[in-house]
């Protein structure tokens, strides 16, 4: 890892507060960034005990001033449009600009036990793992999984453009999945939500590029966070390396991502899968 690469910057991560989220947040601020965290439960790694496990101090925005740079979490859900534009704009004034983006904030047909809670979370509330299928999806679920995947993050690449735009030029992350790109897997309507967002990078890259803003999409495969658990086990039968992959190796796509290494690279999609999708 390049040091304090992105010392001067304001990096903004969705769905920051665990997971993948959590990991991308502190790597932009090994690198030197500034951090700003928004998510709709900033206690939500309290819900899994992998993700407590992890945590090296109360809150992320805490692990991330840890490491000596400025951070700011607000609570939000993000698939309310201008709740978002506001805590967009309020990232930007507090911590003075806003350079990179990665709009992480998502999630599968699983009901999150911290959903469920009402965002308080707990220790003995499960998961509710379900799924649709193409040409029958509830429409609960349907709206609930492209809302929280599509919405949120269209919203904040909308809402964030006008300030990459005043700061010269930026980096946009997205984050589709593998299911977003094989069609062949049962998760649905998932696939479906990942899909488009894959699509929506594309155009936001041929807008932007004349602004210097790099949009591109990350889609990981199967990746152990709290969220999966043991069902990232499966890796070891579906994955041609033969293992799952880790948060840190997520991590290096978007640090190559959000820093000059990856400046002639946009609208493209990086797959994280270990070689799975053919
Ligand atoms: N873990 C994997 O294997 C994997 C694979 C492919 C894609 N992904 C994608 O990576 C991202 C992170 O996954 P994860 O495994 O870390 O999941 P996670 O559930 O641990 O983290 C998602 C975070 O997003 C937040 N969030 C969800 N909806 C929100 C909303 N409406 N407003 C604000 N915040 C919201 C949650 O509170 C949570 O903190 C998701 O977009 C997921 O679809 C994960």
Same mark, same amino acid.
């Given at each position: &890892? ?5 010392? =001067?910057? /304001? ?7 665990? @997971? ?14 500034? !951090? ?10 309290? !819900? ?10 109360? %809150?992320? &925005? ?9 951070? &700011? ?17 309020? /990232? ?25 809670? =009402? ?10 793992? %379900? ?6 999806? #509830?429409?609960? &679920? ?18 964030? %453009? #006008? ?12 984050? +589709? +999945?593998?299911?977003? /790109?094989?069609? +062949? =897997?049962?998760?649905? #309507? ?31 495969? *199967? *990746?152990?966070? @709290?969220?999966? =658990? ?6 070891? $039968?579906?994955? #041609? ?7 840190? $190796?997520?991590?290096? /796509? ?25």
């Amino acid at each position: &890892m390049s040091e304090k690469k992105l010392a =001067g910057k /304001v990096a903004l991560v969705t769905g920051g507060a665990r @997971g993948l989220g959590r990991g991308y947040a502190l790597r932009l601020a090994k690198l030197g960034a500034d !951090v700003a965290i928004i998510d709709r439960n900033l206690r939500g790694a309290e !819900v899994y005990e992998f993700e407590r496990a992890l945590l090296t101090a109360p %809150t992320v &925005m805490a692990e991330c001033e840890a490491l000596g740079v400025r951070a &700011m979490g607000l609570e939000v859900d993000l698939t309310d449009r201008a709740a978002t534009e506001a805590a967009v704009a309020q /990232v930007a004034q507090q911590m003075g600009r806003l350079d990179i983006v990665v709009a992480n904030a998502g999630g599968g047909t699983v009901l999150f036990a911290d959903e469920k809670q =009402g965002g308080q979370g707990g220790n003995q509330v499960l998961d509710d793992v %379900t799924t649709g299928t193409p040409s029958n999806t #509830p429409e609960e &679920m349907l709206t609930r999984v492209m809302d929280i995947n599509v919405k949120t993050c269209m919203y904040t690449c909308m809402a964030a %453009t #006008p300030f990459l735009k005043a700061a010269g030029g930026g980096k946009i992350v997205t984050v +589709s +999945s593998t299911a977003g /790109v094989n069609a +062949s =897997g049962t998760y649905h #309507p998932y696939g479906t939500a990942k899909a488009a967002i894959i699509h929506y990078t594309r155009g936001l890259a041929q807008e932007l590029g004349p602004f210097n803003i790099n949009v591109n999409a990350i889609a990981p495969g *199967i *990746i152990r966070t @709290g969220r999966l =658990g043991d069902r990232a086990a499966r890796a070891r $039968e579906v994955v #041609p390396l033969k293992r799952e992959g880790t948060i840190e $190796e997520c991590c290096g /796509v978007v640090e190559f991502l959000t820093t000059d290494l990856s400046d002639y690279v946009t609208g493209r999609v990086i797959l994280i899968d270990g070689g799975m999708v053919q």
